[in-house]
């Protein structure tokens, strides 16, 4: 059941290129990571201009009017994933990100968060549990 957090800047991309992203996102996880679509979850963070710093000055102030901001942060229970998969879901997940909103090499951030099993889950129920009761 990975856990996807997508933050972008307050305003900076329509609703339509914000479907393709959630659409896009979950097919790499399905596709790369071999997770079930129907488990996982995306959120979109949009932040304002004030809300986001990079340099130690808050973006209002600076001058990346043309460029995308964006962080993709990935969480999934520890052990499920290889570093080779790691990668591909970051290159993939950049390349998605470039498709649609354009270039920005410097400030796409990816995260993929590794959790013990005992300390996340869905519905009351850790990822632990969840997963003795499959077996």
Same mark, same amino acid.
């Given at each position: 059941?990975?856990?996807? /957090? &997508? !933050?972008?800047?307050?305003?900076? +991309? ?15 996880? +399905?596709?790369?990571? $071999? %997770?079930? %679509? /129907?488990?996982?979850? *995306?959120?979109?963070? @949009?932040?304002? %201009?004030?809300?986001? =710093?990079?340099?130690?000055?808050? &973006?209002?102030?600076?001058?990346? @009017? ?7 942060? *990935? !969480? ?6 290889? =570093?080779?998969? #790691?990668?591909?879901? #970051?290159? =993939? ?8 909103? $354009? /270039? ?6 990816? *995260?993929?968060?590794?959790? /013990? ?12 549990? %969840? ?5």
């Amino acid at each position: 059941m990975p856990f996807v /957090n &997508l !933050k972008l800047l307050k305003g900076q +991309v329509s609703s339509e290129q914000k479907k393709k992203l959630i659409e896009g996102i979950t097919d790499l996880i +399905v596709n790369i990571m $071999g %997770r079930d %679509r /129907n488990f996982t979850v *995306i959120t979109v963070d @949009e932040l304002g %201009r004030d809300n986001w =710093a990079i340099g130690g000055k808050t &973006l209002e102030h600076t001058s990346l @009017e043309c460029r995308v901001v964006s962080v993709v942060n *990935i !969480k999934v229970s520890k052990g499920t994933t290889n =570093a080779d998969e #790691m990668a591909r879901m #970051m290159k =993939a997940t950049k390349d998605l990100l470039v498709g649609i909103l $354009g /270039n920005s090499d410097e400030t796409n951030y990816f *995260i993929i968060d590794e959790l /013990n099993s005992d300390g996340w889950g869905y519905d009351g129920l850790s990822m632990t549990d %969840r997963g003795k009761m499959e077996q």
